[in-house]
């Protein structure tokens, strides 16, 4: 006997707007879109790069208009997280690779490396260049003092944007500056700056997935799901070495970076996908110590942050 029942139609996609910075660490996001990853998860997802700042990201995370964000650690996500419960932690974006050629570092002119300028210690009592001030850069600057026996309050930090970094090194308006790949491969290549050695924040948590409370408390499941393809994604980046094409060609698409440069820049995009709390906790204190904090007390991280969430995505990535 056959059943007159219609059959149940599949449940539509959940559909999902990620807020994305145009670099190569959030390539993860682009090639699970572009290949299809996230559709097989059940997910719709629009992947948005019209915005680079974090302060206009974070706004419309927490609002709602978007349900993810990549991003980078700062003053001002540690603030908003404070301000309440419209910002999770999904976990580690992009961790810093432990050895090879790494994803920031500090660069100076050609002529001031050769001069024997190799090393943070040559940066005290110099104007260094940050793309943004308390935000990561800024940070890893103090990281790579702090390791050479000083601190940021040894230097003049300057605010530069990123396409200004190589002409602020070359012409001296800066010793030195924080700079990202591409960039810093760009710039060698040109012969305009060499990077420095600065090891500080190897293998590091940097750049961190945020989700807006309300949806992540509502869909935890989604957000697992997100998050394996995501791992997907970033696990064949890696593997490939920039030596597949399709994945060059999608890269380059989002980030407007040319293929042959991509093949000359890090691949280890590839996070320890668990929150660096360390990490945070220090940020933290070091932001409070510069007075970029709006509150007076301590945020527990692990209460913006749902482990199970991580674990189901690990499983469905594996």
């Known amino acids: 006997m056959t059943s007159s029942r219609p059959a149940l139609a599949d449940p539509a996609p959940l559909k999902i707007v990620v807020s994305a910075v145009q670099s190569i660490t959030s390539s993860p996001h682009f090639v699970a879109k572009e290949k299809g990853y996230f559709a097989e998860q059940g997910l719709d997802v ?15 995370l927490a609002a709602g208009k978007y349900q993810i964000m990549a991003t980078s650690w700062g003053a001002s996500v540690f603030n908003a997280m404070r301000r309440g419960g419209l910002i999770r932690v999904l976990g580690t974006q992009t961790t810093l690779p432990e050895s090879g050629r790494n994803l920031v570092a500090l660069v100076v002119s050609k002529a001031n490396y050769d001069a024997g300028l190799t090393t943070a210690t040559g940066l005290k009592g110099k104007k260094v260049g940050v793309v943004g001030l308390g935000g990561w850069n800024e940070y890893d600057v103090n990281l790579a003092l702090k390791a050479v026996g000083g601190s940021v309050n040894d230097v003049e930090l300057v605010q530069i944007g990123r396409n200004d970094i190589g002409p602020a090194v070359a012409n001296g308006a800066v010793i030195a500056s924080w700079a990202a790949e591409p960039g810093v491969t760009l710039l060698e290549e040109k012969g305009i700056a060499v990077p420095i050695k600065n090891d500080a924040a190897r293998g590091r948590g940097a750049f961190p997935l945020l989700a807006n409370g309300d949806f992540a408390k509502q869909n935890p499941d989604a957000c697992a799901r997100y998050l394996a393809a995501f791992l997907k994604a970033a696990r064949e980046i890696e593997a490939s ?63 913006y942050y749902s482990p199970k969430i991580v674990e189901q995505a690990l499983k469905l990535a594996n």
């Not at 948005?48 to 419309?60: E, F, G, I, M, Y």
């Not at 994945?247 to 820049?265: A, F, G, N, Q």
């Not at 906790?281 to 991280?301: I, V």
């Open 46 to 60: 629009t992947v948005d790069t019209s915005l680079q700042n974090v302060a206009d990201q974070l706004p419309l």
């Open 241 to 303: 070495g920039w030596k597949d094409p399709r994945i060059v060609e999608i890269v380059s698409k989002y980030t407007s970076v040319p293929p042959d440069v991509l093949r000359r820049t890090p691949s280890k995009l590839m996070p320890k996908i668990e929150p660096d709390f360390a990490l945070m906790e220090d940020m933290q204190e070091y932001f409070r110590e510069r007075k970029m904090l709006t509150y007076s007390d301590k945020l527990n991280f692990q209460d």
